[in-house]
Antibody
């Protein structure tokens, strides 16, 4: 059974760095073809893909956010970590992690974690 | 980045109606398109992959078609449990991009 769960602070101040952890089970990120992405959704708005890390440690980022994002994995702990620097109120959103088993589709999602950016 | 334009942004239909949503890509993406359903307060759920393939366990009233730049998502007979927002997503090029969503309500 595949599960993913996001964890991190619910509230961050402007200019701070956000660190989110995706802890997963039911698959290994060392298996060929496996990927984990981060996707966010501001309240009442559409989904926005942020970053992806692949089984071979290749990393990909949103064009508009790539200077602020870092994605990494700890295969032994079954975790993927996303850091986003210089947080702003417009970054207030629910942040999801999602698995892709064939690179192409997000077949399993975490429940999401709401992050509010406010002083 | 590839832009995905969905229409309509919202619709209201009666139970049993046929519902159609369109998604247009800003460039040719072949059939590299997925459709997701998101119910309020929940994570998105994959319904259709590769433009027309039904994900395992998804009811057959959901279907998808299209290739190139123009795609269609159809609910053949709308059910009360289909109330949700639907998103298309392209994976032809990174960064992956989503459409703006279509909110489906019951009339």
């Amino acid at each position: 059974q595949v599960t993913l769960r996001e964890s991190g602070p619910a509230l961050v101040k402007p200019t701070q760095t956000l660190t989110l952890t995706c802890t997963f089970s039911g698959f290994s990120l060392s298996t060929s073809g496996m990927c984990v992405s981060w996707i966010r959704q501001p309240p009442g708005k559409a989904l926005e893909w942020l970053a992806r890390i692949d089984w071979d440690d290749d990393k990909y980022y949103s064009t508009s956010l790539k200077t602020r994002l870092t994605i990494s994995k700890d295969t032994s702990k079954n975790q993927v970590v996303l850091t986003m620097t210089n947080m702003d109120p417009v970054d207030t959103a629910t942040y999801y992690c999602a698995r892709s088993s064939t690179v192409t589709k997000f077949d399993y999602w975490g429940q999401g974690t709401l992050v509010t950016v406010s002083s | 980045d590839i832009q995905m334009t969905q229409s309509p942004s919202s619709l209201s239909a009666s139970v049993g109606d046929r519902v159609t949503i369109t998604c247009q890509a800003s460039q040719d993406i072949s059939n590299y398109l997925n459709w997701y359903q998101q119910k309020p307060g929940k994570a998105p759920k994959l319904l259709i992959y590769d433009a027309s393939n039904l994900e395992t366990g998804v009811p057959s009233r959901f279907s998808g078609s299209g290739s190139g730049t123009d795609f269609t998502f159809t609910i053949s007979s709308l059910q009360p449990e289909d109330i949700a927002t639907y998103y298309c997503q392209q994976y032809d090029n990174l960064p992956f991009t989503f459409g703006g969503g279509t909110k489906v309500e019951i009339k």
